[in-house]
């Protein structure tokens, strides 16, 4: 295939680049580079059956010749990202996807639209099966990042019905592994670079709310089902494994072998109390679930960070 991938240059883009190149088909990345980094794809560029394309999804997109496939993973995935860049992201997610749909249409090419556990918001239903419409604040500052992505979902749903385009919609829950930004902001790389540092671990209100940690390879091999999979509704790809913010940082702080300290600050307006996805649907049609444990999983993605702080 002849493969299109934005946001090819992030964290899990980067990841799927790797992925669909080793099976031998031809990608295509292109990242506006806002929060991407050519670092994560240099090792690709070499090949012919790889280019790169510096370009924003929200302005016009022109590809010559014919795509197979469109992966629409563009967009400013953590709090430090879209708060700094909203109107970017809200753009990204609107125009954004509605260019890649209507390229997607033009080459008569597959379709998949990286969404977001944000979608449920600060849930009232625990787990978050994909039949759970959501707790979102319409107009709070997570808003520009939630509300992006429901829209674009209900986008790519028009196309689907509307123009018959075959497409996918995943819902990915956090995710960690290499190529993760050191100032990303979320929690794994903030706990780990503290950790690694020296510095004192943040731990936002009293560490009671939960996570939920998916390994990237994980993330991409459920994400690569679902892209030949005959399934068009939302589909959550995620770890079930629910761990307090507490938790998470003692983790962090054995395996680093850090001697930091926890302090508590203010938790931040809106953030999800509780967080773990429901993963019955991936399993019955995409039979999918992860196989790497959160430790398993932390050990190279804290090599990795070894690297990037020093």
């Not at 430090?80 to 033009?106: E, F, H, R, W």
């Not at 001697?259 to 809106?270: Q, R, T």
Request: aromatic share 8%; charged share 25%; glycine share 8%.
């Amino acid at each position: 295939m002849r493969i299109l991938i934005t946001g090819g240059a992030g964290f899990i883009g980067s990841h799927l680049c790797d992925m669909l190149h080793s099976e031998g088909h031809r990608v295509i990345c292109m990242d506006n580079l806002i929060s991407g980094s050519t670092d994560n794809i240099a090792h690709l560029c070499d090949s012919e059956r790889f280019g790169f394309v510096q370009h924003d999804v929200s302005k016009h997109i022109n590809i010559e010749g014919e795509l197979d496939y469109i992966l629409h993973f563009a967009c400013p995935a953590s709090p430090v990202d879209y708060l700094k860049y909203p109107i970017q992201t809200m753009k990204v997610d609107s125009l954004g996807t509605l260019n890649t749909l209507g390229l997607a249409k033009a080459k008569g090419a597959k379709y998949m639209q990286a969404s977001t556990s944000e979608v449920y918001g600060d849930p009232t239903v625990h787990p978050q099966p994909e039949s759970y419409w959501g707790n979102v604040n319409p107009i709070g500052p997570r808003s520009v990042y939630d509300e992006a992505k429901r829209f674009s979902e209900a986008l790519v749903m028009a196309y689907h019905y509307t123009h018959n385009i075959d497409t996918h919609i995943v819902r990915i829950f956090n995710t960690h592994g290499p190529r993760m930004r050191v100032n990303d902001g979320r929690v794994v790389p903030a706990f780990i670079s503290q950790a690694l540092t020296g510095k004192d671990i943040t731990v936002f209100g009293d560490g009671k709310q939960t996570r939920s940690f998916c390994y990237i390879e994980d993330e991409i091999l459920g994400i690569r089902k679902l892209m030949d999979s005959n399934y068009h509704l939302p589909v959550n790809i995620g770890n079930p494994s629910e761990f307090s913010i507490l938790e998470f940082a003692d983790i962090v702080l054995e395996l680093t072998h850090s001697e930091s300290k926890i302090i508590h600050e203010p938790l931040p307006v809106d953030d999800p109390k509780q967080r773990k996805p429901d993963i019955t649907l991936a399993k019955k049609i995409l039979k999918w679930e992860p196989k790497v444990n959160l430790r398993e999983g932390l050990e190279p993605t804290i090599e990795y960070f070894c690297e990037m702080v020093q």
